[in-house]
Nanobody, 122 residues
């Protein structure tokens, strides 16, 4: 079983930045496509960003494109999400996820972390 642990969430004012990290263990990190998802209060979980096994392909939700950057360090078994120009609409629990084979923008990932809270104030 692959274990995923998110960190880096917290409180930030609008316009600020945060960098989320996801540490992976229990598997060969470079064998998995990785993604970030989020769930705001009262809403369904939604796709944020994804990155291919080697890091050569990235995908973003329209709502975060140009503000967020997904990256991975396969040598350190770590996934990152750099979040800039944050707004209150970005407030949510952020989850990292791992998927065997190819990445996707849907929720069909094989492993999920427990999430980290991001709160953006006005």
């Amino acid at each position: 079983q692959v274990q995923l642990v998110e960190s880096g969430g917290g409180l930030v004012q609008a316009g600020g930045s945060l960098r989320l990290s996801c540490a992976a263990s229990g598997g060969i990190f470079s064998s998995y496509g990785m993604g970030w998802f989020r769930q705001a209060p009262g809403k369904e979980r939604e796709f944020v960003a994804a990155i291919s096994k080697s890091g050569g392909g990235t995908y973003y939700a329209d709502s975060v494109k140009g503000r967020f950057t997904i990256s991975r360090d396969n040598a350190q078994n770590t996934l990152y999400l750099q979040m800039n120009s944050l707004t209150p609409e970005d407030t949510a629990v952020y989850y990292c996820a791992a998927r065997k084979f190819r990445v996707t923008i849907d929720n069909s990932y094989d492993y999920w972390g427990q999430g980290t809270q991001v709160t953006v104030s006005s």
